[in-house]
């Protein structure tokens, strides 16, 4: 399990910056490396549309 990026991402860049574990990237879309991730939760308390979720 990992925290995952939906659809409703506006691309403001705020979970990049607040990930601890620098799970997270820019490409075409936002990305979560579900590897990378230790479902601390974190991105989905300060993303500000919703998007992030336990997938
Ligand atoms: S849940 Fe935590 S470790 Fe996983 S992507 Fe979000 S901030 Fe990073
Ligand atoms: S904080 Fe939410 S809206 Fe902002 S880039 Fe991350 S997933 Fe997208």
Do not use: F, Q, R, W
């Not at 936002?30 to 500000?48: K, L, Q, S």
């Amino acid at each position: 399990m990992a925290y995952v990026i939906g659809d409703d991402c506006v691309a403001c860049g705020t979970c990049i910056d607040e990930c601890p574990v620098g799970a997270i990237s820019e490409g075409e879309k936002y990305v979560i490396n579900a590897d990378a991730c230790t479902e601390c939760g974190t991105c989905a308390d300060v993303c500000p549309s919703g998007a992030i979720s336990l997938g």
